[in-house]
């Protein structure tokens, strides 16, 4: 069965400092990655994804991820975090082969950023 | 702005009544997807819709009862709730039939069953 680990429940940060959001899957087959955003009061939003192809991917916004497959990560990083960063970060997860769609969410993580 | 369309954004109702949460996307996507998030936590699934087909249930209790009327809508329907049913209760579409998990969410109806 798959599953997904985030790290840190918080991550406190001041303005303009680099972020790293720490996400680890398990899973014996093929997956797809997903980190999804949700600011307050507000829905998720998809901020970035890996199908295939390059393991390093990048949002418009600033982020980027990285798929390691050796060791099951899917980590998300920004250079110099701004306050409008502040938001629940979620990774999930799909199973390439299954055709349901059902995504395996991580708990997430508070990103914290402070002036 | 978000293209997917919730309505109401804010539900409060007792557990004798009869409400319905509503959905709309005109993406074009063919799966639509119901889940529940209560606070501090992850979205968890509840349904989903392929081809305007129930595809996936899980397990959810029968006074929760979906519908998708046609490729643009989807329904959850609300019938002597519980307390602990109250939650922000997300709608999400999907532009992909293979369903890799590319999903498209709404900004929710927040439901408080008194």
């Known amino acids: 069965a798959q599953s997904v680990t985030q790290l840190d429940s918080q991550v406190p940060v001041f303005e303009e400092a680099p972020v790293e959001l720490r996400c680890n899957y398990s899973s014996s087959v093929s997956v797809y990655l997903f980190w999804y955003v949700q600011y307050p009061n507000q829905g998720l939003q998809l901020l970035l994804k890996?199908?295939?192809?390059?393991?390093l991917v990048e949002s418009i916004n600033g982020f980027e991820a990285e798929f390691n497959k050796s060791q099951t990560s899917f980590h998300l990083r920004k250079p110099s975090v701004h306050i409008s960063d502040t938001a629940e970060y979620f990774c999930?997860?799909?199973?390439?082969?299954?055709?349901?769609?059902?995504?395996?969410f991580g708990q997430g993580t508070t990103l914290q950023v402070k002036p | 702005d978000t293209e997917v369309t919730q309505t109401p954004k804010h539900l409060v109702m007792g557990m004798t009544n009869k409400k319905s949460l509503k959905c709309e996307q005109h993406m074009g996507h063919r799966a639509m997807y119901w889940y529940k998030q209560k606070a501090k936590k992850p979205p968890e699934l509840m349904f989903v819709?392929?081809?305007?087909?129930?595809?996936i249930n899980e397990s959810v209790p029968s006074r929760f009862s979906p519908e998708c009327p046609n490729s643009s809508l989807l329904n959850l329907h609300l019938h002597a709730l519980q307390p602990e049913d109250s939650a922000l209760y997300l709608c999400?579409?999907?532009?992909?039939?293979?369903?890799?998990?590319?999903?498209?969410f709404g900004e929710g109806s927040r439901l408080t069953v008194l």
């Open positions: 819709y392929s081809y305007e087909k129930l595809s």
């Open positions: 999400a579409s999907s532009p992909r039939t293979a369903h890799t998990g590319e999903l498209f």
């Open positions: 890996y199908l295939s192809g390059s393991t």
């Open positions: 999930a997860v799909s199973e390439g082969s299954s055709n349901t769609g059902k995504l395996i």
